[in-house]
């Protein structure tokens, strides 16, 4: 198995398997499908939506092909998964590209050239290395988790090991029983990414209060996030308040970090990550918003993230203050 990922969010795996039993390629295909709705139906247990289309009349290699084509939404972000697989010599060969919706299109062009352009190598062999004309992909420094619902079959029953690394779900490895846990913040992608193609705009309101009941304030926060390349968004944030008006632009990735290194908390999209500003937050859903939380003698901070992935609001108590101690930010417009 080869693992190529492109700065913007897409991922690109080349596999090569044995087959438990002999089969033809239908027979794979076949097999492919079942296994698939097994797992969609725990995927959608969880409240992630999953579409499944399957593909046929394709080549790969020069070979017969067939394929699937998924589109899943979890957490928010649109997903799309392209498998394209073929069969010889009592192994499986497959391409299959994963990305963002917005970003799927860019790159699939490029996935296409390469079913035409690579070799199989025969029985006990893999795919060829991936020809030249792919800019901007590279191999992961650790490699890619293992993420649920690979387009693709794993080994057989009677094969040990676990399933091979796929795109199917970003950050969501395959438990040995074939159930899916939750998102580990820290693995692999962020939860959800900013649009590459379009500028996007935040408004927030300010309020006060005691952190139960709070009251509109002069001031807000306003955010344009526009595309950058290679994977990162211009950030600008403007602050205002009775005090004036203030504003700084960051270069940030999927994480909300800018050369590894927090500057903006928290990150007005939702990275995923649990460790914010130092401090480790516990998570948790409640209704359609994923919360983060943390609080010690001196603070209290929530921090919430709508369905959609942005920032719905930004909460910050500070206890010793015994008149309004709570500062929240809520969106209000999103354009």
């Given at each position: 198995?080869?693992?190529?990922?492109?700065?913007?969010?897409?991922?690109?795996?080349?596999?090569?398997?044995?087959?438990?039993?002999?089969?033809?390629?239908?027979?794979?295909?076949?097999?492919?499908?079942?296994?698939?709705?097994?797992?969609?139906?725990?995927?959608?247990?969880?409240?992630?939506?999953?579409?499944?289309?399957p593909l046929s009349g394709l080549t790969l290699g020069g070979r017969p092909a067939l394929g699937v084509v998924s589109q899943i939404v979890f957490q928010g972000q649109n997903y799309v998964d392209l498998a394209v697989y073929t069969v010889e010599g009592g192994r499986a060969y497959g391409?299959?590209?994963?990305?963002?919706?917005?970003?799927?299109?860019?790159?699939?062009?490029?996935?296409?050239?390469?079913?035409a352009q690579v070799q199989l190598m025969g029985v006990g062999g893999g795919l060829s290395p991936m020809p030249p004309?792919?800019?901007?992909?590279?191999?992961?420094?650790?490699?890619?988790?293992?993420?649920?619902?690979p387009a693709y079959p794993g080994p057989g029953p009677s094969q040990p090991g676990a399933l091979p690394p796929g795109p199917g779900l970003p950050s969501q490895p395959t438990l040995p029983g074939g159930a899916a846990q939750a998102p580990s913040p820290t693995q692999g992608r962020p939860a959800f990414t900013p649009p590459a193609n379009r500028v996007v705009e935040l408004?927030?309101?300010?309020?006060?209060?005691d952190g139960k009941q709070f009251a509109l304030v002069q001031g807000g926060?306003?955010?344009?996030?526009?595309?950058?390349?290679?994977?990162?968004?211009?950030?600008?944030?403007v602050v205002e308040d009775a005090e004036g008006r203030s504003e700084d632009t960051y270069l940030l990735?999927?994480?909300?970090?800018?050369?590894?290194?927090?500057?903006?908390?928290?990150?007005?999209?939702?990275?995923?990550?649990?460790?914010?500003?130092?401090?480790?937050?516990?998570?948790s859903q409640q209704g359609g918003l994923v919360l983060y939380r943390f609080q010690d003698d001196q603070t209290w901070v929530e921090v919430a993230y709508r369905g959609d992935g942005w920032l719905a609001y930004f909460v910050y108590c500070d206890l010793s203050k015994q008149r309004n101690p709570c500062t929240r930010y809520a969106l209000k417009e999103v354009r």
């Open positions: 198995m080869a693992a190529f990922l492109h700065p913007m969010g897409a991922e690109l795996y080349a596999t090569s398997l044995a087959l438990a039993q002999p089969m033809d390629l239908q027979g794979f295909h076949q097999a492919n499908l079942q296994r698939l709705a097994q797992q969609d139906q725990a995927l959608r247990q969880q409240g992630i939506q999953v579409q499944r289309q391409l299959q590209l994963t990305a963002p919706a917005q970003v799927f299109s860019q790159v699939q062009p490029l996935f296409q050239q390469l079913l004309g792919m800019p901007g992909y590279s191999p992961p420094p650790f490699g890619p988790g293992l993420p649920t619902a408004r927030y309101s300010k309020e006060v209060g926060l306003y955010y344009r996030i526009e595309p950058a390349g290679a994977g990162r968004w211009q950030v600008t944030e990735d999927g994480f909300g970090l800018q050369d590894g290194e927090e500057v903006l908390l928290p990150p007005v999209w939702h990275t995923g990550r649990t460790e914010i500003g130092g401090e480790r937050f516990a998570r």
